[in-house]
């Protein structure tokens, strides 16, 4: 299903489809949307985000990183943009970069049986832009710990470019911390 709204979000962002065809479609999201609704669950029970098993953890907020080779200290594998994260002139937008980098560094940061730590910063350099639709390298790793702070680096490379990198500070969580 997340599959398909992938898919979806791409479509309709690179897609002008006549009026009598786009009150249709309104029509039957709303019809799912109505449909959905009568499944809420609570936060603990949805299936979105808690599947590490499924592509993107089964969500679809964040481009699907895929995960070729990792250990406790580093992950590498590739991300792509697709046309739903355009910024503009084909490139990705600056604000769906730091989605990933949140992602795989956040990932990376919680491996390991370490316990849960959240993002503290988030620092990001656009090197050169990141192009929609090709299979980017992408890569994480440990840079050093401090007592309950984690230093993380980033680095997204289509093919020798590199398009960006990232530090991140992530905080391990005290018990009963939210
Ligand atoms: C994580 C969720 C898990 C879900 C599980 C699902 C299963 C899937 C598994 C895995 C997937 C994960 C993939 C996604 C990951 C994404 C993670 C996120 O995006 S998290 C959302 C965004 N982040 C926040 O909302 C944090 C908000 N901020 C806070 O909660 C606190 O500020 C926190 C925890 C970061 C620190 O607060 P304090 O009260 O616990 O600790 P203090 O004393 O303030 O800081 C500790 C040390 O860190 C430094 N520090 C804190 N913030 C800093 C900053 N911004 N810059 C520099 N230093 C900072 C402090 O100076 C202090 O350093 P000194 O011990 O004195 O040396």
Redesign the pocket.
Known sequence: MIESLRLLHDRITGAAPPPELLKEMTRAFEDLAVELGLYAVSEREQIT??R?DLPG?GQALVPVFTVDESDDEHVRGSVRFGRYYLGGNGAAHGGAIPLVF??ML??L??AGGRP??????LRVDYRSITPLDRDLRAEAWFDRE????RFLRGAIFDGETRCAEAEG???A??PG??
């Open positions: 985000g808690h590490i953890r949140d992602e956040g990932r940061a919680n849960i730590s959240r993002t503290a910063y401090e007592g309950r702070k500070l992530f905080v969580l005290n911390q939210p």
